[in-house]
C-alpha cells in the first residue's frame, strides 16, 4: 500500500509571498513525534502476541473468542465488539494479517499524525475502526477481526487533507490525489477475494473521509520569507462536529442493525 506523498517541506505558497527563483520556498512543517502511531502500532503488536501465547497454551485464541465482530453476541448486548476487533488479527499461520496493516499503519499514521495532532489522529484512527466494524455488522455475517477498517480511515483522510489543502501543493497534488484514489480502488478490488471483510473496508473509509472534512488540518502559510511556517486554520468546534456526526451515523446504523438486521 504505497503512496507518494508531495514532499514534506517544499510548497508553492499563495499570494503575495515572495518566492524563490525557482518558485518553491522551504516551509516549516509539523514535526511533533507520532507517539500515538507508535503506541497503536506497538499496542496491537502486544495483543497479537497474546493471541499467539493463547493459542500455544488453550489451542484456540481467546482473545478472538471474546473481541472479534460477532453479529449476534453484539446484538446479544456485547457492544465492545464494535471497537475490539481493531486490536485483533489472525494469528494462525504467517503473520501476514497484521504485518500489512501494521506497515499501513506506519506509512499512514506517522505522517498524518503530525498535521492532525495526537489526540485528532486518535479520534480519527478510532472512529474509523468503529465505523468500519458497523458497516461489516450491517451487511457481513461472518467472524470478522483486523485493523484494516482504521487503515482505510487513515487513507480516506489523507485524500481529504490534499484536497482540502491543494492550493498550497501546485502541480504535485493531482499526482498525489490519483494515488489515493488508486490505493483505494486496488485494495477495495483485492477485499472482493474470499475471507476479506471488503464490507469493514467501505465503512472505515466513509468514517474517515467524514472525519476528515470536519475535522482535518486547514493549512495556511505565515511568516515572512524566509521563515515560512503553515498553521492550521481548523477551529476546535471542527473537531466537536467530526467526532459528532460520525459517532451519529453510525451509531444510528449500528441502531438498525440491531433491531431491524439485514443479515443475521
Known amino acids: 500500500m504505497n503512496m507518494t506523498h508531495p514532499p514534506e517541506g517544499t510548497y508553492t505558497p499563495p499570494p503575495?509571498?515572495?518566492a524563490s527563483p525557482s518558485g518553491t520556498v522551504s516551509v516549516a512543517l509539523p514535526s511533533s513525534?507520532?507517539?500515538?502511531?507508535?503506541?497503536?502500532?506497538?499496542?496491537?503488536?502486544?495483543?497479537y502476541l497474546l493471541q499467539i501465547l493463547s493459542r500455544f497454551i488453550f489451542g484456540e485464541d481467546l482473545l478472538i473468542a471474546l473481541g472479534a465482530k460477532a453479529n449476534e453476541l453484539i446484538r446479544a448486548g456485547q457492544l465492545?465488539?464494535?471497537?475490539?476487533?481493531?486490536?485483533?488479527?489472525?494469528?494462525?499461520?504467517?503473520?501476514?494479517?497484521?504485518?500489512f496493516n501494521m506497515y499501513a499503519l506506519y506509512i499512514f499514521g506517522t505522517g498524518l499524525e503530525r498535521?492532525?495532532?495526537?489526540?485528532?489522529?486518535?479520534?480519527?484512527?478510532?472512529?474509523?475502526?468503529?465505523?468500519?466494524?458497523?458497516?461489516s455488522f450491517l451487511f457481513s455475517s461472518v467472524y470478522s477481526i483486523g485493523a484494516s477498517g482504521a487503515i482505510f480511515g487513515l487513507i480516506g483522510a489523507e485524500g481529504i487533507f490534499l484536497v482540502q489543502n491543494r492550493k498550497l501543493f501546485g502541480a504535485q497534488v493531482g499526482k498525489a490525489i490519483n494515488n489515493v484514489i488508486f490505493v483505494v480502488a486496488i485494495n477495495l478490488f483485492l477485499g472482493l477475494s474470499p475471507g476479506i471483510d471488503n464490507w469493514g473496508h467501505v465503512g472505515g473509509l466513509m468514517g474517515g473521509l467524514i472525519f476528515a472534512w470536519f475535522a482535518g488540518p486547514h493549512w495556511r502559510v505565515e511568516g515572512i520569507y524566509p521563515n515560512l511556517h503553515v498553521?492550521?486554520?481548523?477551529?476546535?468546534?471542527?473537531?466537536?462536529?467530526?467526532?459528532?456526526?460520525?459517532?451519529?451515523?453510525?451509531?444510528?446504523?449500528?441502531?438498525?442493525?440491531?433491531w431491524f438486521p439485514f443479515v443475521k
Not at 80 to 99: A, E, K, N, Q, V
Not at 231 to 245: L, S, T, Y
Open 33 to 47: 513525534r507520532p507517539a500515538v502511531t507508535y503506541t497503536i502500532l506497538g499496542v496491537t503488536v502486544c495483543v
Open 16 to 18: 503575495p509571498q515572495p
Open 80 to 99: 465492545w465488539r464494535f471497537f475490539t476487533p481493531m486490536l485483533l488479527h489472525s494469528s494462525s499461520g504467517l503473520p501476514l494479517h497484521i504485518g
Open 231 to 258: 498553521v492550521d486554520q481548523r477551529e476546535p468546534r471542527g473537531v466537536i462536529v467530526a467526532v459528532a456526526v460520525v459517532t451519529l451515523i453510525f451509531c444510528t446504523l449500528a441502531a438498525i442493525g440491531m
Open 115 to 135: 498535521r492532525y495532532g495526537h489526540e485528532r489522529f486518535l479520534l480519527l484512527y478510532v472512529l474509523s475502526g468503529f465505523a468500519g466494524t458497523v458497516f
